[in-house]
T-cell receptor
Framework: GIQVEQSPPDLILQEGANSTLRCNFS?????LQWFHQNPWGQLINLFY???GTKQNGRLSATTVATERYSLLYISSSQTTDSGVYFC???????????FGKGTKLTVNP | SQTIHQWPATLVQPVGSPLSLECTVE??????LYWYRQAAGRGLQLLFY??????ISSEVPQNLSASRPQDRQFILSSKKLLLSDSGFYLC???????????FGDGTRLSIL
């Protein structure tokens, strides 16, 4: 099956810093989503981005489908950005979102 | 707008007891519905999905089963829980295949 690798596995930042999270996948996909899991376990949709670039406030994402990777950018990080960020992909003809292992982000005040 | 509800939020059950977790979606018709499990705080694994009433597909063999008795209701069940069934269970919905999946708040299940 398709493999999803996220890097780095852990990231510690000072408030106000910028960061880039990466997601590599091993085959073509029809769906790619970025999620933020907060400390209470809620999985928050950040982006649906099978290709192209999107921005939402301090967050933006880019997926280069032909090269099988996606990037999530967090600018001017805040303590509330802490949590685990997941990339998940779905192939054509599949109902299954395959998740990476996540990047655990800690933003210190 | 669409909303998804899961309950209970937390559950502590003895080994060998039955299980029933419920998920309902509001504001949409004929959604695709999903049950995922997250173990050890990382990565989610799809357990079951349903594209319509009474239609259930299982992704991994296990001690659990799923049912969809109504269009917007998805139930996760077990007749006898095992210690290995502990974890964080999340329900999700989408309008159709390859469209964004939206998750409920999850049920944290502990087996004693």
């Amino acid at each position: 099956g398709i493999q999803v690798e996220q890097s780095p596995p852990d990231l510690i930042l000072q408030e106000g810093a910028n960061s880039t999270l990466r997601c590599n996948f091993s085959d073509s996909v029809n769906n790619l989503q970025w999620f933020h899991q907060n400390p209470w376990g809620q999985l928050i949709n950040l982006f649906y981005i099978p290709s192209g670039t999107k921005q939402n406030g301090r967050l933006s994402a880019t997926t280069v489908a032909t090269e099988r990777y996606s990037l999530l950018y967090i600018s001017s990080s805040q303590t509330t950005d802490s949590g685990v960020y997941f990339c998940a992909v779905e192939q054509g003809g599949s109902e299954k979102l395959v998740f990476g292992k996540g990047t655990k982000l800690t933003v210190n005040p | 707008s669409q909303t998804i509800h899961q309950w209970p939020a937390t559950l502590v059950q003895p080994v060998g007891s039955p299980l029933s977790l419920e998920c309902t979606v509001e504001g949409t018709s004929n959604p695709n519905l999903y049950w995922y499990r997250q173990a050890a705080g990382r990565g989610l694994q799809l357990l079951f999905y349903s594209v319509g009433i009474g239609q259930i597909s299982s992704e991994v063999p296990q001690n659990l089963s799923a049912s969809r008795p109504q269009d917007r209701q998805f139930i996760l069940s077990s007749k006898k829980l095992l210690l290995s069934d502990s974890g964080f269970y999340l329900c999700a919905w989408s309008v159709r295949q390859n469209q964004p999946q939206h998750f409920g708040d999850g049920t944290r299940l502990s087996i004693l």
